[in-house]
């Protein structure tokens, strides 16, 4: 059971961090003035995740949901070049259902962006680049709050199997 559980885990992080899908719910205003400078993280969360590992004609349905906590992150939005980066530290609690079992993990995470390139095309932010390239839409921005989210809806192919993989994915960055 136990390797299930890591397996699905694994997987909805892959996922989640690789992924992305355009929400039509963003600030219509957004611009990249706006962004630029340092942001502390206040709020992380994965809701309503959902997955379906297939391994060997097996089909292991998941429910998840993370919660970030203990926020010591800054996140900063340089421009020419457009980069993103973070320092510091914050914990998630992951709470994972599998075959009725309900089990919650608290996991250490940090640096949560790694100099990744930043754009903005209407109300969507974006991180990374190429086929790397993560698009959260802008749901709030002000002076003091950013607040991003997207709806992930992914099928991933791996050396466990196949896996499906669905949650609703929102950060929130203050000043």
Not at 6 to 17: D, E, F, G, K, N
Not at 30 to 44: D, F, K, M, P
């Amino acid at each position: 059971m136990k390797k299930y559980l890591l397996l699905s885990i694994l997987t909805a992080y892959t996922v989640i961090l690789s992924s992305c899908s355009k929400d039509e719910d963003g600030v219509s205003n957004a611009t990249e003035a706006q962004i630029v400078g340092s942001w502390n993280l206040t709020a992380l969360e994965a809701t309503d995740g959902r997955s379906n590992t297939t391994i060997e004609d097996t089909s292991i349905p998941a429910t998840f949901n993370a919660v970030g906590k203990d926020f010591d992150t800054i996140v900063t939005f340089s421009e020419e070049p457009q980069i993103v980066t973070s320092e510091g530290s914050y914990t998630t609690v992951l709470t994972t259902t599998i075959m009725g079992q309900t089990e919650t993990d608290e996991q250490d995470g940090e640096d949560f962006f790694q100099s990744n390139e930043w754009r903005l095309d209407g109300s969507t932010l974006y991180f990374g680049s190429g086929d790397d390239e993560v698009g959260f839409t802008i749901i709030e921005l002000n002076d003091s709050k950013i607040s991003l989210r997207y709806n992930l809806d992914e099928t991933v192919e791996s050396f466990i199997g196949t896996s499906t993989v669905s949650a609703t994915y929102n950060m929130t960055l203050s000043k």
